[in-house]
């Protein structure tokens, strides 16, 4: 009996929804992050401008902790894809580089929001008052500030890895990685 090639098993390829997701958050997430580094230089004055801004980007941010929770779970449940085949070496590396990716991706909206908890600011859903959590303490508020940029940060280099991995298969190796995401 022949054998069929792993390239034809219905296991090589992402499901519609995982590739969904992967783009929805792909394009959530740049947006989020420009908005996030723009909004900063915003000036604290009367006009509701950074206020604005800064509620549109909380927003999104709590969308994209969703999100992330969301493809965490389906991918738990849904069929593992076999690795492409490369070396020992760039396996771990690709893994590893994922794992931080979904790692950062959760670290990111968790420390925003909870910074935003513990602001004395009330925090809005789209323009929905949500309920206050905890009281003003501002040594709380700075922590969650300082890691949440600097889990930003670390998110910006893993996509600029994630990118360059990708142009790297697509275009040097060609090995058909992106066949994976049709």
Known sequence: ???????HNHHDRYDRFSILLHWLMAALLLAELGLGLWMTGLPKDSSGT?????NLHKSLGMVL?????????????RPRLAPIAQSPLMQRLASGNHKLLYLFMLLAPATGFLGSVFSGYPIRFFGLRLPQLAERWDAAKQ??????QWAVYALLVLIALHVLAFFHHQFILRDGLLRRMK
């Open 50 to 54: 950074r206020v604005y801004w800064f």
């Open 65 to 77: 902790g969703l999100l992330i929770v969301l493809r965490l779970a389906w991918a738990a449940l």
């Open 1 to 7: 009996m022949t054998q069929v090639p792993p390239h």
């Open 143 to 148: 922590l969650l500030s300082f890691l949440h």
